[in-house]
């Protein structure tokens, strides 16, 4: 009798072991399954937070292209896992791998969708002026537009980065609101005669007397300009 008590105990003491063994091993394989899901998920997440973002600030969003028929899949998916919730269950056949497909094309659909949307949206409702260089080549080098141009091309820089990395809060698209606001304020100096522009852009290599014209004196004169600039004989 003892030696069945014994046999009997011992064999309860294995099925707990094997029973406790497979649950480990399930525990690690749904584990395994999780950590890839929440990688999947990542990207989506995010760009659902810069939708919420966009569409709190006014920004047009487009139908992201088979978005019902992923969010059915995932569905069903999750119904199928709550009635045996295994790994097995998710591994059976192909729904694991259809699964994964959707949700990866799902995240490229997606970020192609936004931002689309979103440098539509910078190009048409946000500042739409020329980049620095461009800007500076349409003016004459008179000392208040050198200034305004320093200006212009520090906020312009901050400005333009958003085209790439759109702000991810309301603090930060009213940001790039005010700057957007900044620079379009900036004003030049544009009304500058022909004679004037030949003379100031001579300036940086030495400009020659012939350019120095009266009516180029009377407009540095009107500007307050006559005192910046002095003539000096070349040295050959």
């Known amino acids: 009798m003892s030696l069945i008590t014994d046999a009997t105990s011992t064999l309860e003491r294995l099925t707990k072991l094997r029973t406790a ?27 659902a937070a810069n939708f919420a973002v966009f569409r709190s600030e006014g920004v047009a969003l487009s139908a992201i292209p088979d978005f019902a028929n992923v969010i059915d899949s995932i569905q069903k998916t999750l119904e199928r896992f709550q009635q045996a919730p295994k790994a097995t269950t998710l591994r059976q056949g192909r729904v694991w791998t259809t699964l994964v497909n959707k949700l990866q094309t799902l995240a490229q659909k997606a ?64 940001k790039l609101c005010q700057l957007s606001k900044q620079l379009a304020n900036i004003t030049f100096q544009e009304d500058v005669p022909e004679d004037v522009r030949k003379f100031l852009d001579a300036l940086g290599i030495g400009a020659d007397l012939h350019l120095l014209t009266p009516d180029v004196l009377n407009w540095l004169r009107d500007n307050g300009l006559l005192g910046n600039y002095v003539v000096r004989a070349r040295i050959n």
């Open 21 to 47: 063994s497979e649950d480990a091993q399930e525990a690690r394989e749904l584990e395994t399954l999780s950590k890839e899901l929440a990688e999947l998920a990542s990207p989506v997440c995010g760009l």
């Open 111 to 174: 970020q192609s969708t936004q931002v689309k949307d979103w440098q539509y949206y910078f190009d048409h409702q946000l500042f739409g002026g020329l980049p620095p260089a461009k800007r500076e080549s349409t003016l004459a080098k008179t000392p208040q537009n050198k200034q305004a141009l320093e200006h212009y091309r520090e906020l312009y820089q901050k400005f333009i980065k958003y085209r790439q990395q759109p702000p991810t809060s309301s603090e930060e698209f009213n």
